[in-house]
């Protein structure tokens, strides 16, 4: 139990998911934020896409694809084809959510494991060069798997 306090209160101060929680509660309570705070937002917010795809880029450079391939090849299997396949059903199928809403979601859930699992993976010490691979080996794959996506949501 001492451990899962840990992990939780880390996962909550971490710079990635405390400002995503921090943005959720603000969205939620609809606070309202100073224009100069909105101003400078924009201003990241249009910087922040190419710039992750720069950090990425540049990320991927250091990762080897190494480590045990069955857990890796599960990993990619589950992110690439799994997950967006399910978003999939349930939102088109049996939620029948708003066709907008449900490509977009379905959409997102196809994209390459991002760099964040990677983060988490160094930190607590687990799957390093299993994540580090799938990170990679989904950033390739992806292309593939989210124009098949994006086939079936349009």
């Known amino acids: 139990m001492r451990?899962?306090?840990?992990?939780?209160?880390?996962?909550?101060?971490?710079?990635?998911?405390?400002?995503?929680?921090?943005g959720v509660i603000v969205n939620l309570l609809n606070i309202p934020l100073h224009i100069a705070l909105l101003n400078t937002l924009d201003l990241i917010a249009?910087?922040?896409?190419?710039?992750a795809l720069f950090a990425l880029g540049g990320a991927l450079t250091?990762?080897?694809?190494?480590?045990?391939?069955?857990?890796?090849?599960?990993?990619v299997i589950m992110k690439l084809i799994l997950l967006p396949?399910?978003?999939y059903i349930f939102l088109f199928h049996v939620y029948q959510v708003n066709p907008l809403w449900a490509?977009?979601?379905?959409?997102?859930?196809?994209?390459?494991?991002g760099i964040g699992p990677y983060v988490f993976s160094l930190k607590y010490r687990a799957c390093e060069s299993q994540i580090a691979s799938a990170v990679v080996i989904t950033a390739m794959?992806?292309?593939?798997?989210?124009?098949f996506f994006i086939l079936l949501v349009t």
């Open 3 to 22: 451990h899962l306090v840990f992990v939780v209160k880390d996962l909550i101060t971490h710079p990635i998911t405390g400002s995503l929680l921090a």
């Open 46 to 51: 249009q910087a922040a896409s190419p710039m």
């Open 62 to 75: 250091r990762y080897k694809i190494t480590g045990d391939m069955h857990k890796t090849l599960t990993i």
């Open 85 to 87: 396949t399910m978003v």
């Open 103 to 113: 490509g977009t979601a379905v959409l997102l859930s196809s994209m390459p494991t």
């Open 141 to 147: 794959l992806s292309v593939v798997t989210s124009s």
